[in-house]
Structure formats: structure tokens, C-alpha cells
């Protein structure tokens, strides 16, 4: 079993990080419109603009036969979680908080993927997750 599911930054990361994203597609599509025709300086700004959607893509969990990936978008940061190391899973309304080896990584998930996950998580850890009816509280 090998399933994907695409965590999301919190709110006010992910209104920055699209906001500096779509600000390259527009700035790209403005000095391309400038010339009326594509220069080097707007394909320079629609790479950017892709590889900005790319780097968002690759932010996911992934559940394998033993462990569950992590994968924060950049190529170099990845974590793997091994179910016998995993202490707990918290689920709340907004988020995932999962408990591994005293430490804590929070994940923040679409409504749709979140349900789609908790299936897995019930298969994969019965007895380890607590439901909250609350959201996630920083404090």
C-alpha cells in the first residue's frame, strides 16, 4: 500500500507562499505582454512560477508497509516514521499533530484528504489516535 496525501502550510504561510507564487505568473504574463511576444525575462518568471507549484506538490505523507514518509517540499528535507516509533496521532478539526520520538510534527490537511487519511491511520494505528472536536490551539 502506497498512498499520497498533500499536507498544506498553515493559513498564513500558504496566503504568502501563493501570493509570492502567483505574483510570478502575473509579473511574467505583464513582460510578456509588454513585447508581444515572450522574452527571456518573462519565461525566467513562468519557470519560476512552475517551480514554485512543483516545490508545493511535493509536500505530502506517504504510507508505505512499515513506515509513513514525509516529505516537506524541499528535496533534501525528508522524514521517515516507523509505526513502532509513532506514540500517538491527535486528529482536530484543522490539523494532524503526530507524537514520534519526543518530538511533534504538525500537518495541516484539506477536509477531503483528511478523511481520506484517517482511514489509513485507523488501519495503521489502532488504539494510538485521539479525536478532538476543537481546533488545532498553538499555546
Known sequence: M??????????????IYWSFTYSFLFLGLILSLEKAH???????AFVVFF???VIDRRRFIQFTDNQM???????????AITYQACEKVEVFVDALLIHHQTKKTLLYFSEKEKEKMLLYLEKM???????HANKYDQS
Open 51 to 53: 517551480s514554485l507549484i
Open 38 to 44: 515572450l522574452n527571456w525575462r518573462s519565461l525566467v
Open 125 to 131: 494505528y489502532p488504539g494510538k489516535i485521539i479525536y
Open 2 to 15: 502506497r498512498d499520497k496525501f498533500h499536507w498544506r502550510l498553515e493559513l498564513a504561510y500558504a496566503i
Open 69 to 79: 514518509k514525509l516529505s516537506y517540499g524541499n528535496y533534501w528535507k525528508k522524514v
